[in-house]
């Protein structure tokens, strides 16, 4: 099977025959990504997340005298928007990774625990990291897929940097989308053309297994971003066919090198790369829609609508007569009439609490207005009502956890190459400790009585009052420490006014008091 890297090769090495080279090749990829339909629901998905659907675009319509649909300017205009896709997102977020996820390595039977790896994982998966890590599950299930960017800072130390899945357009090796060939990133940047004036500039990075191509937009061609090949100059190691430098990955001391893999991590939110609003979009729509048009009701319905007889005018002055001044004209005997509006609240709640409910099945979300979720007690009752929220975080937890190892993969070869430590073949795994509403008696009565069958990780991960698992081990321990030593403490003071009673009790030349 050929693969997108072939494609590419072969794209490269016939380039001069075909008048298609790489750069021409990155272009089209560019267009075709931003045309896509994967590129417009990544922006709907971030537009719905901060809370910006189509409902926006809602008029209130009248149809005019020459038969067409016009703004009916003077007519209340309700656009209701509600935040379901960012508390849902949210949701899902705090669910998986409110509490710090656990990291430990996996010991064989006759192996025993590396205490300088567990100190350098301890300081990988800091706080800041808990932080990116719960900002690349927002981006996933908002845009379908997160993406960490690897890259070494000023100091020598490998860093992350979190990237939008609208600039990254990756180049798969597998229809399974789990091996990247090479991988694009396209942004904007403001530079200045004068002392007062910027303009936005798009540059694009090409990154694949050779090295790192550096690009910018000139009109509508790519040419190389000779400025940021000057700045990064000691990382050139020699030019492609088309003339363009081509950059190593990194540098340690004083060799370049490339990684073996492509440094860009992704994250799935669902093996399909499927945002949420791809799922609810529809729904969303409806539900504002519905609540805007019945808010316009209401507010029209005081008013009424004036009925006047005896006047004569054609039919589209009517129309406009209606949406303008809320007056209809007839053409009969003088009479005047007054119409109100009913409206059927009974049938709009029945309707709205179904779509609510579809809204949140489909998202798989915990609805928390809903009335079950006031009368949910038992740790049984509130389970399944979490059940459709946990498997979706679930299937969250099995991806990330497959990126998270892809990851490790360069931070271990970081460390062998910087401090001569191979962890290579260390197995390293993630628990992450969801968050439920739970009743907390029942579930701590539930724990006490496991702790003979439960290993002290799993209690403590399941427990409602710990956030943070490691950190709540290191203060038993501190605990038992001290405890212990409190015990030793009071053990030898025992012993020394032993000691010191056994003194008093004898006598100036050794006698024992009593003694003959």
Same mark, same amino acid.
């Given at each position: 099977m050929i693969t997108e890297m072939d494609r590419i090769k072969m794209i490269i090495s016939e380039g001069a025959k075909k008048g298609l080279v790489l750069s021409k090749f990155i272009d089209t990829q560019i267009n075709e990504f931003k045309e896509s339909d994967t590129f417009k629901e990544m922006i709907e998905g971030s537009r719905y997340f901060k809370n910006d659907g189509d409902i926006k675009k809602k008029e209130r319509l009248f149809i005019n005298e020459k038969g067409q649909e016009e703004v009916a300017p003077h007519l209340k205009n309700y656009q209701l928007k509600h935040p379901i896709i960012y508390k849902m997102i949210n949701q899902k977020a705090g669910y998986l990774l409110r509490k710090k996820p656990t990291i430990k390595q996996v010991i064989g039977k006759d192996e025993k625990e590396d205490q300088d790896y567990k100190d350098i994982l301890k300081d990988i998966f800091n706080n800041k990291m808990h932080k990116r890590l719960k900002y690349t599950l927002i981006e996933a299930v908002k845009r379908g897929i997160g993406w960490w960017q690897l890259y070494i800072d000023e100091d020598g130390d490998l860093k992350v940097r979190l990237r939008y899945a609208t600039r990254i357009i990756p180049l798969w090796q597998d229809e399974e989308h789990e091996v990247l060939d090479a991988v694009i990133m396209t942004y904007e940047v403001e530079e200045y053309t004068s002392e007062y004036e910027k303009e936005k500039r798009t540059k694009v990075e090409y990154w694949d297994l050779d090295g790192v191509r550096y690009y910018i937009y000139d009109g509508s061609s790519l040419i190389e971003d000779v400025e940021e090949v000057e700045k990064r100059k000691d990382l050139v190691i020699g030019k492609d066919t088309e003339g363009i430098s081509i950059l190593a990955h990194f540098k340690f001391g004083d060799t370049l090198h490339n990684w073996k893999k492509i440094p860009f991590v992704y994250f799935k939110y669902n093996g399909d790369e499927m945002p949420l609003i791809? =799922? =609810?979009?529809?729904?969303?729509? @409806?539900?504002? $829609? =519905? @609540?805007?048009?019945?808010?316009?009701?209401?507010?029209?319905?005081?008013?009424?609508? *004036?009925?006047?007889? *005896?006047?004569? $005018? $054609?039919?589209?002055t009517f129309q406009r007569n209606l949406a303008t001044y809320n007056t209809v004209f007839l053409d009969s005997d003088g009479e005047y009439d007054r119409k109100n509006t009913e409206l059927n609240i009974e049938a709009f709640k029945s309707f709205i609490e179904q779509l609510r409910k579809d809204i949140y099945e489909g998202g798989s979300g915990v609805d928390t207005q809903s009335e079950k979720f006031g009368t949910q007690e038992s740790g049984v009752a509130l389970k399944q009502l979490y059940a459709d929220l946990d498997l979706d975080c679930s299937n969250i937890e099995t991806e990330f956890k497959s990126s998270l190892e892809y990851f490790m993969f360069f931070y271990d070869n970081w460390i062998e190459m910087t401090k001569g430590k191979d962890y290579t073949e260390k197995e390293v795994e993630f628990v992450f400790n969801k968050t439920m509403t739970v009743n907390e008696k029942e579930l701590i009565e539930t724990l006490v009585n496991s702790m003979d069958m439960l290993s002290l990780d799993t209690i403590l991960s399941r427990h409602p009052y710990v956030s943070n698992v490691e950190d709540e081990k290191e203060k038993i321990e501190k605990e038992k420490e001290e405890e212990t030593k409190k015990q030793e403490s009071e053990y030898d003071k025992m012993i020394k006014e032993l000691n010191n009673n056994k003194l008093t009790n004898t006598n100036k030349d050794g006698a024992k008091v009593g003694d003959e």
């Open positions: 791809h =799922l =609810l979009k529809t729904l969303v729509d @409806c539900y504002d $829609e =519905l @609540c805007s048009k019945t808010a316009d009701a209401i507010y029209d319905a005081p008013d009424g609508v *004036n009925v006047v007889k *005896n006047y004569q $005018e $054609e039919s589209g």
